[in-house]
């Protein structure tokens, strides 16, 4: 198998000597934990404050290693240089935790926006979107909940599923997917009924509407081949975007603190396990389903992709594609497209103040455990080895 997640001169061909250095400067800096929980703190502050520097100081180190740009436009060199490396993008708007209705109304505009943006190049097949950035928290708490709702409630409610079925319904005029994400256990009931009711009105002739199924949650893989039932008997083909998961701690803590139990397998060892059964699933069912191995599991990753060797399945089958984040797991990602895979990156995008949380998260994963080098940072460092730079 001509596929090897240690070449790292594939999987930073892209990037000159200097970014390559830049790049070790910074994962260097976010090896620190210490530094991370400080730095932390004050960029919040500081951007959220406007203090002098502090946006570019940002924009110009982490902003720039994980996000495309603040506007779409501003993604498209981005854009342009994956697609050079045969890598595509999948476009996600960062703006987090709205709550006004013109915000929601605002959030569905810029990802319809997206769509169009999307749609005049072949290098951007998906655009990601958040329930949550057109619906009010509390009320998919209550929904999920099965309380009732108030005549209020039920308007807002039919008005945030009109905004999710406005963009669904761009994206399958304009041939293009949207990957619906995944949220907290106790909001993921009304999210996964508006995916299917989206994907039985619009997946019937092409794929156009992926559900995140996260896979550390210990329900998932049944409630995958459940979704996939639903899709036959529908007479629809199901998306499926796997994952790991991205609430875990938050998830504990509040089952925890409300005592009920937890969500979350219990083990690392029973979530690879329940995601590499997932990536079998998905594969034996290409044809039904299509689906976007989204890891940065390098395991999960290679186990796809010895799956559709051994079944004898056209690398390039647009059911079955993979991503990773922009500015992490190169390794994988390059890696994968060279050797004739659909692959792509994640890239956000949004104003620096917008994007802040987002970037916090992607700090913290790299932050040092046990005083060992991050993943990314020692995949650098032996490229710049190799360069001998």
Not at 43 to 63: Q, R
Not at 310 to 334: R, V
């Amino acid at each position: 198998m001509n596929l090897d997640f240690y070449n790292t001169q594939i999987a930073f061909a892209s990037r000159s000597d200097s970014e390559l250095k830049k790049a070790s400067w910074l994962f260097g800096m976010m090896n620190r934990s210490w530094l991370v929980k400080l730095a932390s703190k004050i960029g919040i502050y500081a951007v959220e404050w406007n203090l002098p520097f502090s946006k570019m100081l940002v924009k110009k180190t982490i902003f720039e290693q994980f996000c495309g740009g603040v506007s779409l436009e501003d993604c498209s060199p981005t854009i342009e240089r994956l697609g050079k490396s045969g890598t595509l993008t999948i476009l996600d708007y960062g703006a987090e935790a709205k709550e006004s209705e013109s915000d929601f109304d605002y959030t569905m505009n810029e990802f319809i926006k997206a769509i169009g943006f999307a749609s005049s190049s072949d290098k951007v097949p998906v655009v990601s979107i958040k329930i949550t950035g057109m619906a009010r928290f509390s009320l998919l708490e209550k929904v999920h909940a099965k309380a009732l709702l108030t005549p209020d409630e039920q308007a807002e409610f039919l008005r945030a599923r009109e905004r999710v079925a406005k963009v669904c319904e761009a994206a399958n005029e304009k041939g293009i997917a949207v990957f619906i994400d995944a949220e907290e256990s106790w909001i993921q009931d009304p999210v996964d009924h508006l995916c299917e009711e989206m994907m039985s009105i619009f997946n019937k002739k092409k794929i156009s509407v992926y559900n995140t199924y996260q896979m550390y949650r210990h329900d998932r893989l049944n409630y995958l081949r459940d979704s996939f039932q639903r899709a036959l008997a529908g007479n629809y083909i199901l998306g499926a975007k796997l994952v790991r998961g991205a609430y875990m701690e938050k998830e504990r803590q509040r089952a925890e603190e409300k005592n009920y139990p937890s969500p979350i397998n219990p083990t690392k060892e029973a979530t690879d396990m329940m995601y590499n059964e997932a990536v079998e699933f998905v594969v034996k069912n290409h044809e039904k389903i299509a689906s976007c191995c989204a890891t940065h599991n390098s395991g999960s990753t290679m186990l796809q992709a010895k799956l559709i060797e051994e079944f004898a399945i056209p690398k390039d089958h647009p059911h079955l594609t993979f991503c990773q984040l922009y500015g992490m797991s190169d390794n994988l990602t390059f890696n994968l497209s060279s050797a004739g895979y659909l692959a792509g990156k994640y890239v956000p995008y949004g104003s620096v103040k917008d994007v802040i949380p987002y970037l916090l998260r992607r700090a913290q994963e790299n932050t040092s455990v046990s005083g060992d080098m991050g993943r990314e940072y020692q995949f650098i460092l032996k490229e710049i080895k190799r360069r001998g730079i």
